[in-house]
């Protein structure tokens, strides 16, 4: 059974930084492409980032493109998002994701405030 946990998220004021991960288990996660997505309030779904499984292939949407940054540790089975220079803008619920896939987990609350 496909298991994601995250972890990270919190409340930051504008500017700031967090760093969220997510742990996987019950798949082979080396040899899955990942993604974070994120829903603000009110709103759907928003791809936010994916990673190829070897960490070739990288994208980003436009809004985030500069202030985040996707990585992985395959040997650890996690997945990770750094975000720098938060905005209000940036406050949703992250989840990571197999690409492609609808977000099953918790997830993890990130507000942007001051």
């Known amino acids: 059974e496909v298991q994601l946990v995250e972890s990270g998220g919190g409340l930051v004021q504008p500017g700031g930084s967090l760093r969220l991960s997510c742990a996987a288990s019950?798949?082979?996660?080396?040899?899955?492409?990942m993604s974070w997505v994120r829903q603000a309030p009110g709103k759907g779904l928003e791809l936010v980032s994916s990673?190829?499984?070897?960490?070739?292939?990288?994208s980003y949407a436009d809004s985030v493109k500069g202030r985040f940054t996707i990585s992985r540790d395959n040997a650890k089975n996690t997945l990770y998002l750094q975000m720098n220079s938060l905005k209000p803008e940036d406050t949703a619920m992250y989840y990571c994701?197999?690409?492609?896939?609808?977000?099953r987990s918790q997830g993890t609350q990130v507000t942007v405030s001051s």
């Open positions: 990673i190829s499984s070897g960490s070739g292939s990288i």
């Open positions: 019950g798949f082979t996660f080396s040899i899955h492409a």
């Open positions: 994701t197999l690409r492609g896939a609808t977000p």
